[in-house]
T-cell receptor, first 114, second 111 residues
């Protein structure tokens, strides 16, 4: 079974631009979560989608948005980029979102904002 | 509020044993996960505990005490490749089953 894939792997943008990141979960997985990770910080939860509905949302400004398609693929969008948005963005998928359902992570998209 | 605490950094010697602690205060509890993350890579699943006690998986073991809000990850016969960050996360059913993450413990293995 193929793992979680994320595109692009690396991205360089300038302040004020917007960016869209893509995540394809493991086949059959319906839950997709997005995280931001910066050096020295733990995983900061952005949001979770399940069956095309946003189920959970972290404490990020409205510039961060996402969606999930009927095939469970998910996209994350950041508008009006700021220097502080430079980070590794990780996507994780799981079959459900209960109990021992493990989240499997993709390789991440490393975003640099100049 | 939601809070998960882990030591920031630990150092151990190759071949030795190290214990990485995690304490949590969450509004609900539906299991605790440990993940390993090598620098520049994605986290990978190590263990899951939902009942009190010790779960052993080869060189790695994980312990949980729900009454104390406490878990630890025990790594035996340390190898250089065990140098990584170790992340503790709690699933909270009262937060719509969201995973609440600790900041991670960076483990440095010395020869």
């Amino acid at each position: 079974k193929a793992g979680v894939t994320q595109t692009p792997r690396y991205l360089i943008k300038t302040r004020g631009q917007q960016v869209t990141l893509s995540c394809s979960p493991i086949s059959g997985h319906r839950s997709v979560s997005w995280y931001q990770q910066t050096p020295g910080q733990g995983l900061q939860f952005l949001f979770e989608y399940f069956s095309e509905t946003q189920r959970n949302k972290g404490n990020f400004p409205g510039r961060f948005s996402g969606r999930q398609f009927s095939n469970s693929r998910s996209e994350m969008n950041v508008s009006t980029l700021e220097l502080g948005d430079s980070a590794l963005y990780l996507c994780a998928s799981s079959l459900l979102s209960r109990g021992e359902e493990t989240q499997y992570f993709g390789p991440g998209t490393r975003l640099l904002v100049l | 509020g939601q809070n998960i605490d882990q030591p920031t950094e630990m150092t151990a010697t190759e071949g030795a044993i190290v214990q990485i602690n995690c304490t949590y205060q969450t509004s609900g509890f539906n299991g605790l996960f440990w993940y390993q993350q090598h620098a520049g890579e994605a986290p990978t699943f190590l263990s899951y505990n939902v009942l009190d006690g010790l779960e052993e998986k080869g060189r790695f073991s994980s312990f949980l005490s729900r009454s104390k809000g406490y878990s630890y990850l025990l790594l035996k016969e340390l190898q250089m490749k065990d140098s990584a960050s170790y992340l503790c996360a709690v699933r909270d059913p009262r937060s719509n089953y969201q995973l609440i993450w600790g900041a991670g413990t960076k483990l440095i293995i010395k020869p």
